[in-house]
Nanobody, 118 residues
């Protein structure tokens, strides 16, 4: 059974930082492409950042470049999203995604709320 469990969300003031974590189980984690998406109220889900296998190339949405960093620790089957200089427009539910690069396997976490407000 595949599980992706996000944590680390919360309320933070503008300019603050958070680190999201996504712990995976039930997959060969190191071989999967891992991504973070977000969905704000009334908006479509959008890609925030990804580590794409093979090759571990990283990709970021223009809106977060220079502020967010995606990383992974294959030893503990976890992907992270470090978010700095947070803005109110970063407020959303953040979802972890695991995608098998050679087929159709695609898994989602339950999401974690990030609220940026003073």
């Amino acid at each position: 059974q595949v599980q992706l469990v996000e944590s680390g969300g919360g309320l933070v003031q503008p300019g603050g930082s958070l680190r999201l974590s996504c712990a995976a189980s039930g997959i060969t984690f190191s071989r999967y492409s891992m991504s973070w998406y977000r969905q704000a109220p009334g908006k479509e889900r959008e890609l925030v950042a990804a580590i794409i296998n093979p090759g571990s190339r990283t990709n970021y949405a223009d809106s977060v470049k220079g502020r967010f960093t995606i990383s992974r620790d294959n030893a503990v089957n976890t992907v992270y999203l470090r978010m700095n200089s947070l803005k109110p427009e970063d407020t959303a539910v953040y979802y972890c995604n695991a995608r098998w690069p050679y087929g159709l396997d695609d898994y989602w976490g339950q999401g974690t709320q990030v609220t940026v407000s003073s």
